[in-house]
């Protein structure tokens, strides 16, 4: 017979689980799970400055590793804090699994101290989401919450766990056993085969990936695919890395800042193949004239994907490793020279326009100079805004997990607590968050936790002191009305960072930026590199919000 | 060729949903949180536990509409869901209510 608290319960159930590092802000209500945490000798506790940080760094670390992480909160203002990164998690489709401390289970309804309905808050925003009345049943409900985070379509799952419950001693039997994914759903072998035959009787098919592919560990086979196939290949924001960029079949990203023969290459298809994504506006822009000419092929591990926005000719439920193993064998060797040659032409005639990448201190040349300075080994992470774009549009990226960035909420303050989680999970590698003046903001107090964990983390701010993308959007469909995204101050980022105990470097006032810059990323330790951008340059082409994406400006 | 899903286009056809799912607090939020966002009327709800009172068994009135597969799909995935059944209008479990509501 065991016998122990719920909160010493939980922190043996994380270890178990094989979790190294959690990150979360202590307060009343979860301090129970706290006091047993501090007697673990398995986990080490990250101490964020804010509980979007924590829920941040727990998705950096879960984007990097591919398994759940964990993040911890307080009752009250704790929960509440840690909302917007559930939800990124959500529409990213990121494991995480958020504890968070409740008020004793007599005061739920109350109107206690930092009493607020957790559970009820988060149902919209998670994958799933308990509130443990007992802590007898915190040996089915962490298990389960692992397990739904891995399994099918990845998510976040959020424990409630009020405090009299983290104090209550239960006796059991035996620890329920660490959990693995649940069973795949089995692949559908009759659609798999008329997929592969109308993949092998189309002369202009085109093949679209998403973030699925990434969360199923499939890109080779999804770059099989399109070499045994002859598929140009596109990616959304969220597949980035999937596919090298670099590869002869890539045709890059798609979309609202896609290039213009990325478009118009979809326009062109006869047949889209799409895995692990779910046509999102932004990726496809007006829904109806989206690839005009071509049939669907959809696979998707999530049923509910599937004929969501756009019904599928043949729409598959399945896991996209097993489907694409099944198909392969089934996908005639094609080299479609008049169609690689169509997209050749396209593309040599509608590039993707990147002005002055050779100067480190534009937008487009300093995406290339950090570039040059690193090798695929590196992770990026950005925040949320223009210099995002150009990062995505500029940046080689190379292999899957490389590239973390909030796409579905697209949430400002996402880039350096994540990039501060992938530091954390890959104490080895560079990781470089690209910020903006305002996202930066978003949570720059994580500058303390970067600084305290000694991590391996590079900003690079790309300064126009401004909301650029609203002040691009209200130049251009709004008569140039620009309220509310210039800042009237500048804030000197560099005292900033220096008084939070980073390094800094001034690409502006730098001899030789680009050695500059090779040098600050070369050092270990967290560093701020600071670079002023022009607020007049823009990301182009942009496909206007609600246009078709054949209407692209710039 | 492929067709977009529109904007919703209610019909008067009834359907009847018959869900079985784990009875605790909180399964009927998930559910008709999910039919309320999406500005989905639910016409009718009722829920009973079953015979082991582990379960329960909701039943739900709605209107046919072009986004009921997707509602229904939405339904399944939750984790508290164990099944989902659709039935037709003729379905007496509403009917036999309306006595109550005179
Ligand atoms: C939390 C949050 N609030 C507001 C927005 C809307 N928004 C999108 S981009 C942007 C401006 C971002 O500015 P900055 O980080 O400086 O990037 P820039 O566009 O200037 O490169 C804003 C306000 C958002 N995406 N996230
Ligand atoms: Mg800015």
């Known amino acids: 017979m065991m016998q122990m608290t719920g909160a010493e319960l939980i922190v043996r159930l994380l270890e178990r689980q094989g979790i190294e590092t959690v990150a979360g802000v202590p307060g009343g209500a979860i301090l129970p799970f706290y006091d047993a945490l501090s007697h673990s000798e398995k986990i080490h506790h990250v101490l964020a400055r804010h509980e979007q940080g924590a829920g941040f760094m727990a998705q950096g670390m879960a984007r990097v590793s591919g398994r759940p992480e964990v993040c911890l909160a307080s009752s009250g203002p704790g929960a509440t804090n840690l909302v917007t990164a559930i939800a990124d998690a959500k529409l990213d489709s990121i494991p995480l699994v958020a504890i968070t401390g409740q008020v004793p289970l007599a005061m739920i309804g109350t109107d206690a101290f930092q009493e607020v309905d957790t559970y009820g808050m988060t149902i919209p925003i998670t994958k799933h989401n308990y509130l443990v009345r007992d802590a007898n049943e915190l040996l089915d409900v962490v298990p389960a919450a692992f397990r739904l985070a891995m399994s099918g379509r990845p998510g976040p799952v959020l424990i409630d766990v009020p405090k009299d419950v983290q104090n209550q001693r239960i006796e059991f039997e035996d620890y329920p056993a660490p959990v693995v994914p649940a069973p795949l759903p089995a692949p559908d072998l009759a659609a798999i085969e008329q997929a592969a035959q109308m993949i092998n009787d189309a002369a202009q098919p085109v093949l679209y990936l998403g973030g699925g592919v990434i969360a199923s560990g499939a890109s080779h086979l999804a770059v099989t695919l399109a070499e045994q196939a002859g598929l140009p290949t596109t990616m959304t924001l969220m597949a980035l890395g999937a596919m090298p960029v670099d590869h002869p079949l890539s045709i890059g990203m798609l979309g609202m800042h896609g290039a213009r023969y990325t478009n118009y290459v979809l326009e062109e298809a006869d047949l889209l193949v799409c895995i692990g994504a779910r046509f999102d506006d932004r990726a496809i822009g007006k829904a109806a004239q989206f690839c005009p000419k071509a049939k669907i092929v959809h696979v998707d591990i999530d049923p509910s994907e599937l004929d969501k926005i756009k019904t599928a000719h043949v729409g598959i439920h399945g896991d996209v490793s097993q489907v694409l193993e099944a198909l392969l064998p089934q996908v005639h060797v094609k080299l479609r020279e008049d169609w690689l040659a169509q997209v050749d032409s396209l593309r040599s005639r509608f590039p993707l326009a990147t002005p002055n990448i050779d100067n480190p201190r534009s937008h487009y040349g300093l995406v290339q100079a950090v570039a040059d300075a690193l090798d695929d080994e590196a992770v990026i992470t950005t925040d949320v805004g223009q210099h995002q774009m150009w990062v995505a549009q500029a940046y080689p990226f190379r292999r899957p997990r490389q590239w973390l960035t909030s796409g579905g909420l697209g949430t400002m303050g996402f880039g350096l607590p994540a990039a501060i989680g992938a530091a954390l999970a890959e104490p080895t590698r560079t990781v470089v968050c690209f910020s903006g003046d305002g996202s930066l903001k978003m949570n720059i107090q994580e500058m303390a936790t970067a600084a305290e964990e000694e991590l391996n983390v590079k900003i690079v701010l790309m300064n126009n002191n401004a909301l650029g993308l609203v002040y691009q959007q209200q130049n251009l469909f709004y008569g140039k009305r620009t309220m509310a995204s210039n800042y009237k101050r500048a804030t000197d980022f560099l005292k900033v960072a220096e008084g939070f105990g980073l390094e800094t470097v001034d690409l502006d006032t730098a001899d030789d930026p680009a050695a500059t810059l090779a040098a600050a990323l070369k050092r270990p330790g967290p560093c701020l590199i600071h670079c002023t951008i022009d607020r007049e340059e823009f990301v182009y082409p942009m496909v206007p919000p609600g246009g078709a994406n054949s209407e692209m400006i710039g | ?102």
């Open chain 2, 1 to 102: 060729m492929s067709i977009v899903i529109d904007r919703p286009q209610a019909s008067r056809i009834k359907v009847v949903l018959e869900l079985e799912v784990n009875n605790h607090a909180g399964v009927m939020s998930h559910i008709c949180g999910l039919f309320a966002r999406r500005a989905f009327n639910v016409e009718g709800i009722l829920c009973m536990p079953l015979a082991d009172a582990t379960r329960s068994r909701i039943w739900l009135l709605v209107f046919e509409d072009q986004r009921l597969e997707q509602m229904i799909k939405q339904v399944e995935k939750l984790e508290d869901v164990l099944s989902l059944q659709r039935h037709g209008a003729e379905h007496a479990v509403f009917e036999r209510l309306e006595e109550f509501f005179r």
